[in-house]
DNA sequence: CTGAAAGCGCTTACAG
DNA sequence: CTGAAAGCGCTTACAG
């Protein structure tokens, strides 16, 4: 037989306060004298009560113009990619570091962004962010409207207002053609998502520029879906024409570990004798030592310090203007560029 | 300027009718005249009206002993492990298909899941899972009083009352020295968690007490903590000695794969020609084909389709008592044996 | 089928 | 510093 929780009523009753005072026991500038403060939170620890954060919710609608839950709103794709999982792990230490709880969402596609976040603002959350996707204009407004905070994580702030935090993309794809080229390269191979990919496109935009200055063109573009398979799939198409790569750029970590057991397993290749390879994000994978995969790093850790301040602070303070911040992103030379290794 | 949010008495007001209407309008069994839901229905789309989800979980609370909420509490350790983050995945997806909204608590040691707990207990989650830990035998009593079903995944119910998924480890620990005992093996080492961790603890009894079949004892015991790099240096301190193993069971993929790395790079050995490797779980990183791991699948996407058809059946009728179920592993076995391949 | 009203457990002006 | 009371946005017996 389930029972009841104990309410602050009940506290207030065995306390001999009334329920108000319980309250402003809990509140943090609640005006109570110290003394009935201790008194009833002993009682209350004694009782087992603790305050209900629904409730809580509920009455802040009165006084304030927004509901405020206490709860912040994830929207996630792909969450068993590697990249993501962490980053996930990362948002949720830094989110509930400052007392906030979330709400996590996973979609499998951009569609379900819209439909993710309308399920999520009925629970009235207080702030969120989407990872690797981004908003409709619709849905942009909806939230400005209702004073939501949004933080793009891995995306352009499509629209004023929107707050943001990614990796400098461009940069990455010329300091990964600029190591290519110093090593002697020419015949230099992009692989990413589609061209009009979003995490790709300016990697690619930066690469292709940067080949450029030094009158080449990239030797061929494989697409994938950041997926280990498709990393994998690239390299059969890459490596089975007469005329292969000396070097290939990929856009992803996870798909560049695809291409280099792909050319191990499947043609029996060594890097970087046979080719070069360098990938994207620094995921844990890449450093593993039969991998050492030389890639561009991605500083998550302060990345989403900085996207769980911007947001926290927005939903503290509403008037606070959007913020967009970019990192540079870090070349992390390991065994897999000719002539490029450390020390 | 954020504007409040539309409430139900608006779309009263706009659709000629009384805010019950509308209430019952969005309740699936309420008794409301089909006509009139239309017509609500019409006016809330254009007015964007949502109900309220916090709302609908106060006034639960009024008829219901249970405030029920729509949320899920899940509580988990190391999610930037590949085999949790795949594990939250599925959790995702399958809570979500059946209309619930998950409020994910990560934490890092078994001692932290009370407190956890007890965050999202004020949320009012109508269930919890927790994964890979246990609760405070005062906690389970607490979610039994409150009538809050509880999902361990991953480990032994400790407590009747409480529902649980987990594989077969005891089975799972033979099959892995069945396997290495019928490829001829004599020395063989077993790689896991502490002895009384509570994952490793009966796979390595099954692992002894088949090995001890066949009158052999485990060649040597190294512990980890799941982590690639506990499982290099694992590696490390068995491959370093004159005496070496000739082959070995790892009580998880992530550590095994920690070894064949650590086995390649540090001490250029060959795998299975130098020794014979088995993990356990089957993580995605184990079928890539420069590894070829060996391993003990755990067929995750049926756990946890069953660990959440427990739960929400629970959810739904609290009176249904609690279930636990085992699901076998099974062997996968690729190329780490030695003579035992695929094919 | 429909509406008026009570009440869920809090927070917070308001009055003292 | 303290208490009585209103109100947040719903759901659902209750009466018609």
Redesign the pocket.
Known sequence: MPK??I???HVATAAG?????V??A??PG???????RKHILSIAGEMG?Q??AI??S??????DVR?KSGMVGVIVTRLQDPFFANTIAHFSRDLQAKGWQMLLFSVDTQNEVDDALNSLMQFKIDGVIVLSAILSEHMAQVCKAQGIPVMLYNRDPQDEGICSVQIENFEGGQIAAEVLLEAGHEQIAFVGGGPSDPTTIERERGFVERLGESGLKPFRRETGDYTFDSGREAALRLFSRRERPDSVFCASDVMALGILHSARHDFSLEIPEDFSLIGFDDISSAAWPDHLLTTIRQPIRRMIGEAVDILTERMDDPELPPKSTRFPGALILRNTVRGMGPK
Chains 1, 2 share one sequence.
């Not at 306060?17 to 005072?21: K, L």
């Not at 609640?30 to 009935?36: H, L, Q």
């Not at 509920?58 to 006084?63: E, F, I, K, L, Y």
Request: glycine share 4%; net charge positive; charged share 20%.
């Open positions: 009841r929780s309410t602050s009523y306060v009334s329920q108000s005072a309250s402003r809990f509140s609640g005006s109570i004298a110290e003394k009935t009560y305050p209900n409730a809580r509920m009455s802040t609608a009165r006084t509901q």
